[in-house]
């Protein structure tokens, strides 16, 4: 097959649709029964060709690098991406001498990347002519991970592995360089079929990725769509930290916070409010019911003290954030309330964090 290479505006893609599991719901008294759920929601091959064949087909270049569609985060979401080559501006190779490979999850407004037991995120923002500025390099993990072996292993690092985990720290900073001194943009290549590559370009070095389709794991609960959440708004009734302690700022009496979903002009966003500023960014949602968010622009508007303490919580708490869904059915016993099926949205963050939600009515 051709060899295809494909531009993709990352902040675009981070903002459109997500690929979700597709079915709707109904109720029978206070039974909840899914209707064609398709648990699987694998990527589609073809649809990805498709997709490709159809952009090439455009012959003017600029037209065909925004006008016509795009690849979605949520699609690139669904793959691992394992680093196969790294090459400086003169075509060099660089030599990480890594053990284990070094891997890349692409999510709204950030990318994640795993080597051994470090993890690191690079926050971005600031498109303009198809790239992308970073703004910040996380460390994700704690520093003792440079020093101490992995599980798998009783023996500790020796000079080397710790040379090669402080080395890999040094490339990434260096590639990702802080507040708009560097940039960054994406390709996407298709070799054959159901065989991608996705290449990122920062500081005249080109790193290529090979991608892998995610293990979707089994979920509990009722099945979860886009859909589903955009159709409702959602009170927080719960939020509870690590220690399984209330998280003070959330739990403020008389000071509810909502959040709600929805996609407008090609764009899904998530939004959360303590009736103040709000806060929010792009998200998608997987087919096995994660939830990732990412950031956006906040207003500075005045609002108490406790309303903003309660926004710069749940800011702190959703914005880049990763989370695993799971939804249950209630009956109502209230007969003054409007007749809408009785929902509980848990949300378990990777932060430790649990936080439930229940449904309104959305007007």
Same mark, same amino acid.
């Given at each position: 097959?051709?060899?295809?290479?494909?531009?993709?505006?990352?902040?675009?893609?981070?903002?459109?649709?997500?690929?979700?599991?597709?079915?709707?719901?109904?109720?029978?008294?206070?039974?909840?029964?899914?209707?064609?759920?398709?648990?699987?929601?694998?990527?589609?091959?073809?649809?990805?060709?498709? $997709?490709?064949?159809?952009?090439?087909?455009?012959?003017?270049?600029?037209?065909?690098?925004?006008? &016509?569609?795009?690849?979605?985060?949520?699609?690139?979401?669904?793959?691992?991406?394992?680093?196969?080559?790294? $090459?400086?501006?003169?075509?060099?190779?660089?030599?990480?001498?890594?053990?284990?490979?070094?891997?890349?999850?692409?999510?709204?407004?950030?990318?994640?990347?795993?080597?051994?037991?470090?993890?690191?995120?690079?926050?971005?923002?600031?498109?303009?002519?198809?790239?992308?500025?970073?703004?910040?390099?996380?460390?994700?993990?704690?520093?003792?991970?440079?020093?101490?072996?992995?599980?798998?292993?009783?023996?500790?690092?020796?000079?080397?592995?710790?040379?090669?985990?402080?080395?890999?720290?040094?490339?990434?900073?260096?590639?990702?360089?802080?507040?708009?001194?560097?940039?960054?943009?994406?390709?996407?290549?298709?070799?054959?079929?159901?065989?991608?590559?996705?290449?990122?370009?920062?500081?005249?070095?080109?790193? +290529?990725?090979?991608?892998?389709?995610?293990?979707?794991?089994? +979920?509990?609960?009722?099945?979860?769509?886009?859909?589903? $959440?955009?159709?409702?708004?959602?009170?927080?009734?719960?939020?509870?930290?690590?220690?399984?302690?209330?998280?003070?700022?959330?739990?403020?009496?008389?000071?509810?916070?909502?959040?709600?979903?929805?996609?407008?002009?090609?764009?899904?966003?998530?939004?959360?409010?303590?009736?103040?500023?709000?806060?929010?960014?792009?998200?998608?949602?997987?087919?096995?019911?994660?939830? &990732?968010?990412?950031?956006?622009?906040?207003?500075?508007?005045?609002?108490?003290?406790?309303?903003?303490?309660?926004?710069?919580?749940?800011?702190?708490?959703?914005?880049?954030?990763?989370?695993?869904?799971?939804?249950?059915?209630?009956?109502?016993?209230?007969?003054?309330?409007?007749?809408?099926?009785?929902?509980?949205?848990?949300?378990?963050?990777?932060?430790?964090?649990?936080?439930?939600?229940?449904?309104?009515?959305?007007?």
């Amino acid at each position: 097959m051709t060899s295809y290479r494909l531009t993709i505006p990352f902040l675009i893609m981070s903002l459109l649709p997500s690929v979700v599991l597709l079915g709707c719901q109904t109720t029978e008294g206070n039974q909840i029964k899914p209707l064609t759920v398709e648990s699987s929601a694998l990527v589609n091959d073809k649809e990805m060709e498709a $997709l490709i064949e159809r952009i090439y087909s455009e012959p003017n270049e600029h037209i065909r690098s925004w006008k &016509l569609p795009e690849l979605p985060v949520s699609t690139l979401n669904r793959y691992d991406w394992q680093l196969i080559e790294w $090459l400086d501006k003169t075509g060099r190779i660089i030599n990480l001498d890594a053990e284990r490979p070094v891997l890349m999850d692409v999510r709204p407004s950030n990318l994640i990347f795993d080597y051994d037991c470090q993890r690191y995120r690079v926050d971005h923002s600031d498109y303009n002519d198809y790239k992308y500025s970073p703004y910040l390099v996380s460390t994700l993990t704690p520093p003792s991970c440079l020093t101490t072996p992995v599980p798998s292993s009783s023996h500790s690092l020796s000079s080397e592995q710790k040379q090669q985990r402080y080395k890999i720290v040094e490339n990434l900073t260096a590639l990702f360089p802080r507040y708009g001194r560097g940039s960054f943009s994406f390709q996407l290549i298709s070799q054959k079929p159901s065989t991608y590559q996705l290449v990122l370009k920062a500081q005249d070095d080109t790193l +290529t990725f090979k991608g892998s389709v995610k293990t979707i794991k089994p +979920t509990s609960g009722l099945p979860i769509t886009k859909e589903f $959440l955009e159709s409702h708004k959602w009170r927080l009734v719960s939020a509870i930290n690590s220690n399984q302690q209330p998280i003070t700022e959330l739990n403020y009496r008389g000071i509810p916070i909502y959040s709600g979903f929805y996609t407008s002009n090609e764009r899904s966003n998530a939004g959360f409010s303590a009736n103040c500023n709000g806060v929010g960014g792009p998200y998608i949602l997987t087919p096995d019911h994660i939830l &990732l968010i990412g950031s956006g622009a906040q207003s500075m508007m005045g609002c108490g003290p406790k309303r903003e303490a309660a926004e710069d919580k749940i800011r702190e708490v959703e914005q880049l954030s990763r989370g695993q869904l799971s939804l249950k059915q209630y009956p109502d016993s209230d007969e003054s309330v409007a007749k809408i099926p009785y929902y509980l949205l848990t949300q378990k963050l990777d932060s430790g964090d649990t936080l439930i939600w229940k449904n309104e009515k959305k007007e």
